[in-house]
């Protein structure tokens, strides 16, 4: 039998966790409770949905399974060419995601810390504004959609995006895909795609894949206008920074720091 | 003599061979991009658009220039414009074609271009400038065609006409200034968040695409009998003037509030195009071709006596041109998406593949135009000279 490196047990065992496959490894001892298959019936609902990303607990496991996870349940290819990546999950640096705000003599721990990114599903987002066909909108739950069937890929959304969140597929994705999970649509090539907290998923009365396979925790998934929720606890009891905030977009990821 | 050239001179069946050819390796390539993907450009998820989109940007203002000649023409009267009225007119046909082209194959999804008609989005500003280009495009057909047709009949044109014409003219102003929204309304890019886009765009229109004009009219007096004069070209060189001077003052305005404000944001797009930062420069070669040939053309403009020469005015014609097609045609949209909005550098360098669609599409411009033009000297031929027996090649 091939022995397998951490890496790769990372991320089969995430995925096999969300997915709520049977017979996986055994998750690793940072796994929680909270990162199980969690069953659930009818469909989840909200008036504002949004994440909270704690940055303290954030691991660097919880990076390499929450996006492999999410890239694999959402078949999203895995293209080594830079150029014509997509990505729906990824982690980058501090330092580069709050360009604004990084002072220069920030805890160091801080500085080197990689931070999860995705679609901040935008409470104001300038790329459905632009969409010449209203292949992306949001949603009254503030999820920004996208319909891969209407967008005639002119890019003008990645354009408008402030944060780099959209990706284009500049070629056929299919043959990057390793085992397709059936469940869920491909794309086809020269069409925008992006995260959508899972919007798939929360119609099951599941959460956001990243949320539930996060092994630390670090990734808390709620209802902003519901005062007793846990996104909403976290925002009273500690102190959070979004990106970009002056360009008046209103993100609804949040980061603790 | 160009309609001597179409019944059969080798030189003109050559100029269209050449075009044809041109066309037909870039419809290939286009194939070869429908099937693989705009992978095969040099595009990528820093830079979501290249020399396709900035040909577009640069030809809307070529398109919108027209109103450089009708404007004169039709609200005041100028008659001296009465001769290359119609050629800008057709220059303005041409381009808007080869607008509406460069953004269709910028398409990933190019079968599903309808979508923008079936759901109209009036908050997206290209939603706008479909609008506008299509707009402007009948208007300048319906408009050359009547007044070309009475004066082939020599009969003046229907009096409906007169308010189209009029409407032309606001209507130009528009499609490069809804072009201008495309990039200004962003507050993710700071390179084009400036409220001068616009103007700017507007002022190197009026000076590229004029200053265009004036090489066509001069090789239309060197290949067909019909000499557009030497009051036009004159007329047309001091709007290159002036348009040229407002657009390096509007850059100038633009390099004050980037660097006296000092915003990194803002700056650090000009100190990549000017300068090149980290290693990444592919472009600063270009802009400074761009800001000398942009300078010396406009000196050789300023002096009277330099411009009322044609030869050199041919010259200072030429190095406008280059230096504002490289400013919008390349730079203008590149160094908007360097660095991308997480710090990256990631330089875009157009692929053979890309540009060869890029040529083919302006083949079919040139293709485009030299028909047009070709009626449009015929008619003028025929109403403005009298009737040559023996027809002969004009030189030089």
Sequence with gaps: ?257 | MLENALKGSPKYWGWIGVLMIVIVAGFLFYLRQVEFGLGITGMSRDVNWGFYIAQFTFLVGIAASAVMVVLPYYLHNYIVFGKITILGEFLAISSVVTCILFVTVDLGQPQRAINIILYPSPRSMLFWDMVVLIGYFLLNVVISRVTLDAEGKSISPPGWIRPVIYLSIPWAISIHTVTAFIYCGLGGRSFWLSAILAPRFLASAFASGPALLILLCLLVRKVTRFDPGKEPIQKLALIVTYAMTANVFFILLECFTTFYSGIPEHTIHFRYLFLGVAGADALTPWIWVSVVMGVAGLVLLLVPRLRENEPVLTISCLAVFISLWIDKGLSMVITGFVPSPLGEFTEYTPTIPELTISLGIYAIGALLLTGLFKIGVKVKEETNRPPVLVSKARSG
């Design chain 1, 1 to 257: 039998m091939m022995s397998i490196g951490r890496r790769e047990f990372l991320r089969i065992a995430g995925t096999c966790a969300v997915l709520g496959l049977p017979g996986i490894p055994t998750p690793p001892a940072s796994a929680q409770p909270s990162t199980r298959f969690v069953a659930a019936s009818g469909v989840r609902q909200a008036k504002q949905w949004a994440m909270v990303v704690d940055l303290d607990k954030l691991t660097e496991a919880d990076r390499i399974i929450c996006v492999e996870t999410c890239h694999r349940v959402h078949n999203v290819p895995q293209i080594d060419n830079p150029r014509h990546e997509i990505r729906w999950i990824w982690a980058e640096s501090f330092k580069r995601v709050f360009q604004e705000q990084t002072n220069e003599f920030i805890p160091s721990n801080l500085l080197k810390r990689a931070v999860l990114v995705f679609c901040n599903h935008c409470g104001n987002p300038p790329c459905t504004r632009v969409c010449p066909t209203q292949a992306t909108w949001r949603r009254e739950d503030g999820i920004v959609m996208m319909d891969w069937h209407r967008c005639i890929g002119c890019r003008y959304c990645m354009v408008a995006c402030p944060y780099g969140s959209r990706s284009f597929n500049w070629q056929d994705p299919r043959p990057f895909i390793g085992m397709a999970n059936q469940d869920f649509s491909t794309r086809t090539k020269g069409v925008v795609e992006k995260c959508t907290f899972c919007a798939e998923r929360l119609d099951q009365g599941l959460r956001p894949a990243c949320v539930e396979s996060c092994p630390s925790g670090a990734l808390v998934f709620g209802d902003l206008q519901d005062e007793h929720s846990e996104v909403r606890q976290l925002l009273a009891s500690r102190f959070s920074i979004r990106r970009r905030p002056g360009l008046g977009t209103q993100p609804e990821v949040y980061y603790l720091i």
